[in-house]
């Protein structure tokens, strides 16, 4: 399996979306792999975001599955990723 780390950002627009960012580099072979990324380098995934999202902060990191993903976005946009 393949592990990703997503972030999704603080605020939402009118129509209920976020603004959300998917690291895929690197990829962790395990959840725990990614879990220990996330911890070991959070200073680095702030800094990021703030610099990606012009100052927002985050509202929460997940460490997401590849299918699981692409199920998440055939479920969101109706399509097949």
């Known amino acids: ?4 780390v997503y ?18 580099e690197p990829t962790h072979p395990t959840l725990e792999a990614c879990q220990q990324y996330v911890y070991n380098n959070s200073s680095v995934i702030r800094m990021d975001m703030m610099q990606e999202f012009e100052g927002k902060s ?8 590849q299918e699981k993903f692409k199920q998440f976005l055939e479920l969101t946009q109706g399509t097949k990723a």
């Open 7 to 24: 972030v999704i950002m603080m605020g939402m627009y009118p129509d209920g979306t976020q603004d959300t960012y998917l690291y895929t």
């Open 1 to 4: 399996m393949t592990w990703f």
């Open 58 to 65: 985050i509202e929460r990191v997940f460490c997401i599955e």
